[in-house]
């Protein structure tokens, strides 16, 4: 009997370098010749999942989300947490503010309190 599915996906050294570059990530060559063959992994299993008839398959969720419907709930302001509170874990913090390594080029002060 003939397999007439696609043939399974395949990424290159070229897809998972620019994920790795999107996410900021350096990988060694054996980091990426590992990630190729996991990301390749699930890409057939997705293959595999869409190839499944699911026409009888009652759905088992609520299904999108109709806002005419009242799905959501009601915006209310409730109360947050202390500034102690939240800071707690903060790795740094300055004048009551979580301070972050600046991502922004030419942004000295730009959006400080």
Not at 24 to 38: D, G, S, Y
Not at 62 to 89: C, F, I, K, M, T
Request: aromatic content about 2%; cysteine-free.
């Amino acid at each position: 009997m003939a397999d007439d599915r696609s043939p399974a996906p395949t990424i290159d050294d070229a897809a998972v370098a620019h994920v790795a570059r999107l996410s900021r990530l350096e990988l060694t060559a054996e980091e990426r010749q590992l990630f190729r063959v996991q990301l390749g992994s699930i890409l057939e299993s997705f293959r595999r999942l869409a190839e499944l008839d699911l026409g009888d398959v009652v759905p088992t969720g609520p299904g999108p989300v109709d806002p005419a419907a009242g799905a959501l709930r009601d915006d209310r302001a409730v109360p947050s947490l202390p500034r102690e509170q939240a800071l707690a874990n903060a790795p740094a913090v300055e004048n009551g503010y979580l301070v972050v390594p600046q991502v922004i080029e030419g942004a000295e002060g730009a959006g400080t309190p």
